[in-house]
């Protein structure tokens, strides 16, 4: 039977690595949120003030996976375009991944590091463009499976947008702007259990 196509519309692309890893699960929840500055001046013969912009950003999306190892298994692979050593399960290579975009990359042509930009797609809801600002944590869970694994882990990671944006086309576009024609057709990965 011929090979199926399967849309994936949940992932983190890695651009200092060109690698994106499968979401396989929607989180529980999601922080989508920006902050606006704007600067109070009280003036003469006035009852209010007078308020003046400063800036606003960056917007922030923050995410937390609650991850079941054994429910992860047929995933395991043709899911993402690394390799998975034969010991290892998704969620292993998944939380080494997220521990590396904490950390910048060398580059000698550069002279200096380059922060890892990530991409994060959830849907056809949210897309955010933009670096990993704080903490990448993972937290695993008990029970212990038979190979001396955790059965539960937790990943949570937020990512701060690095394009700019105008009122006009965030009104427009809203969570999901900055999305491109690559990231919009969404990536395509191949079933081949058919």
Request: avoid cysteine; proline fraction near 4%; glycine fraction near 4%.
């Amino acid at each position: 039977m011929a090979d199926s196509i399967n849309l994936v519309t949940n992932f983190l692309y890695l651009y200092h690595t060109n690698e994106w890893l499968l979401l396989p699960e929607y989180p529980d929840s999601v922080s989508d949120s920006m902050s606006s500055n704007f600067q109070q001046t009280n003036a003469l013969s006035r009852t209010a003030p007078v308020f003046t912009w400063s800036n606003s950003g960056p917007r922030r999306v923050q995410i937390q996976l609650n991850l079941h190892r054994d429910m992860l298994h047929e995933i395991n692979f043709n899911v993402s375009n690394f390799r998975i050593n034969v010991d290892e399960d998704y969620i292993d290579v998944l939380a080494r991944k997220l521990q590396s975009i904490a950390l910048p990359r060398y580059d000698a042509s550069y002279k200096g590091v380059v922060p890892p930009m990530v991409a994060l797609r959830l849907g056809k809801e949210i897309f955010i463009k933009g670096v990993v600002i704080g903490q990448v944590s993972i937290v695993y869970q008990k029970p212990i499976r038979d190979d001396d694994k955790y059965l539960n882990v937790t990943l949570n990671f937020e990512v701060y947008e690095t394009d700019a944006y105008d009122a006009v086309s965030v009104a427009q576009q809203g969570s999901f702007r900055g999305i491109t024609k690559v990231f919009e057709d969404g990536l395509f990965i191949r079933d081949r259990r058919g």
